[in-house]
C-alpha cells in the first residue's frame, strides 16, 4: 500500500503563499500520477490539480491556475503544492491523492485516487 502524508499546512493572510509537500511511501511512488483536493467544511471534496506520474503535464482547476503550482520529485518520493496569491475562498483542509495506472476514473474525481494523506488545514485571512 501506499501511504501519504501531508504538511506545510498553516494561516496565511490574503495575497500570502504557503507550499505544501506529500511524502509519498513506497517505491512504486514514481509509477503513480499524484492530485492534490480540498475540502471546506460542509462542501463536497473539490479538486485543485493532478500531475503526471513523470511530473508532466499538470491540469490545474480554473480557480487555481497561475496561482497554484503543483510539481512532483520522484527522486524524493515528493509532490508539491505551491500556493501563491491565496484568497480567503482557498480556506479548506488540502489533501493530496495517489493514482495508480490501472485506475481509469476521471482524475478530477476522488474515484480516480486509490491512495489519501490525512489531510493539512491552510486557512487564509482576509
Known amino acids: 500500500q501506499v501511504q501519504l502524508v501531508e504538511s506545510g499546512g498553516g494561516l496565511v493572510q490574503a495575497g500570502g503563499s504557503l507550499r505544501l509537500s506529500c511524502a509519498a511511501s513506497g517505491r512504486t511512488f514514481s509509477g503513480y500520477a499524484m492530485g492534490w483536493f480540498r475540502q471546506a467544511p460542509g462542501k463536497e471534496r473539490e479538486f485543485v490539480v493532478a500531475?503526471?506520474?513523470?511530473?508532466?503535464?499538470?491540469y490545474y482547476a480554473d480557480s487555481v491556475k497561475g496561482r497554484f503550482t503543483i510539481s512532483k520529485d520522484n527522486a524524493k518520493n515528493t509532490v508539491y503544492l505551491q500556493m501563491n496569491s491565496l484568497k480567503p475562498e482557498d480556506t479548506a483542509v488540502y489533501y493530496c491523492?495517489?493514482?495508480?495506472?490501472?485506475?481509469?476514473?476521471?482524475?478530477?474525481?476522488?474515484?480516480?485516487?486509490?491512495?489519501w494523506g490525512q489531510g493539512t488545514q491552510v486557512t487564509v485571512s482576509s
Open positions: 491523492a495517489a493514482r495508480p495506472p490501472y485506475n481509469h476514473y476521471p482524475a478530477v474525481r476522488p474515484a480516480g485516487y486509490n491512495y
Open positions: 500531475i503526471s506520474a513523470s511530473g508532466s503535464n499538470p
